[in-house]
């Protein structure tokens, strides 16, 4: 499993961004992608993922009507859109694979099994 992201870059409050992920080594049917965040100081939260067998997609709430996730399985990609970003949307975001569309787990974050490098979004105000 190989995850790149890219599409991370400064942009003014209530601006709008749009991450990629390119994924290799697996199909969108067998694993779930997702999303995660961290900024610094902070812990890690679980923005958006979306589940290989039926395709529903899940948004944390403090993402929710704002960013959108879509994946393009002919081009072997994954798409965060984020629009009206606030500050504290600054993170590094990373691309994750999984069996599982889950974003925490009793109120901490959950451990997806592959990770990509992450690439920096910043939020100025």
């Known amino acids: 499993v190989q995850l790149v992201e890219s599409g991370g870059g400064l942009v003014q409050a209530g601006g709008s961004l749009t991450l990629s992920c390119a994924a290799s080594?697996?199909?969108?049917?067998?694993?779930?992608v997702g999303w995660f965040r961290q900024a610094p100081g902070k812990e890690r939260e679980g923005v958006s993922c979306i589940r290989s067998v039926d395709g529903r997609i899940k948004y944390a709430d403090s993402v929710k009507g704002r960013f959108t996730l879509s994946r393009d399985a002919a081009k072997k990609t994954v798409y965060l859109q984020m629009t009206r970003l606030k500050p504290e949307d600054t993170a590094v975001y990373y691309c994750?694979?999984?069996?599982?569309?889950?974003?925490?787990?009793?109120?901490?974050?959950?451990?997806?099994?592959?990770w990509g490098q992450g690439t920096q979004v910043t939020v100025s105000a």
């Open positions: 994750t694979a999984d069996d599982l569309c889950r974003l925490q787990v009793h109120g901490a974050p959950y451990e997806a099994d592959s």
């Open positions: 080594g697996f199909s969108f049917d067998d694993l779930a």
